[in-house]
């Protein structure tokens, strides 16, 4: 069992527990509660608060979005793993198509944030990483070389997840005038977005409640990992030479 405070509702350690007794049990749900608290830490993050609410310093938002420009090419090996692995040809399509956002869409948005911004090519095209970049394109390469289609699937489904959620709530209040802002948040919310976020959750779902239960516990130290590195690459927009929780702990 974990419990992590007061007030926190006690998850068990295994899924078959969790689902014991549950209607519709989903494994992804049983991921994001037992990765508590560093899940609330990374969706209710200042950076997030302050981005939505149209405030973000543009200098902490220039340090996020050279780091998270350089974090995207690891992302994007990851999905390119998860094609090869993907069980079905339904599976590819899917994943095809999100790369298809990530290489085109988000790259567009990233040239024009950057002009407006003012950072030169030769600082995001060879950027100095912080630990926490390090930490999370590690955790993303090592899930996709040392493990199979489901643990790439566990620290992807969170590294979109999360972003679907605290971008879900920013859109709820007036858009950020700077459009660098808002379309950030635009383009992690909306039907297209939401449909990755639960398709990857399907693909989780059906392939951690069919592994063994030694699998799930390590599916779930991956997601948690995922997570809580996500929390720790908002951290470094405000100080970049921060420290990671965990040092080089590996998944």
Partial sequence: MTDDGPGTAVVPDG???????????????????RAEPDWTAATTHQFARELGGGVLD???FRRYL?????FIEALVGAFGHAVGEAPSMAAKSWLVDFLGVLTADEDDYFERSFDVLDVQPETYDNP???PATRAFTDLLERAARQGGYAETLAVLTPAEWTY???ATTAA??????????????????????????????DELDRE???A?????????RLFRRAVELEATFFDAAYDPEGTVPGGGRQW
């Fill in 15 to 33: 899924f078959d527990a969790y689902a014991a007794g549950r209607v519709d049990a989903r494994f992804t749900d049983w991921l994001r509660e």
């Fill in 58 to 60: 543009d200098e902490v």
């Fill in 66 to 70: 050279v780091q998270d420009y350089a």
């Fill in 128 to 130: 100095d990483l912080t």
């Fill in 164 to 166: 679907l959620e605290w």
């Fill in 172 to 201: 709820d209040g007036d858009a950020p005038t700077r459009f660098y802002l808002s379309e950030w948040v635009d383009l992690h919310t909306g039907e297209r977005f939401a449909d990755v976020v639960a398709w990857l959750r």
């Fill in 208 to 210: 951690g409640a069919a």
């Fill in 212 to 220: 063994s239960a030694r699998r799930q516990r390590r599916l779930a």
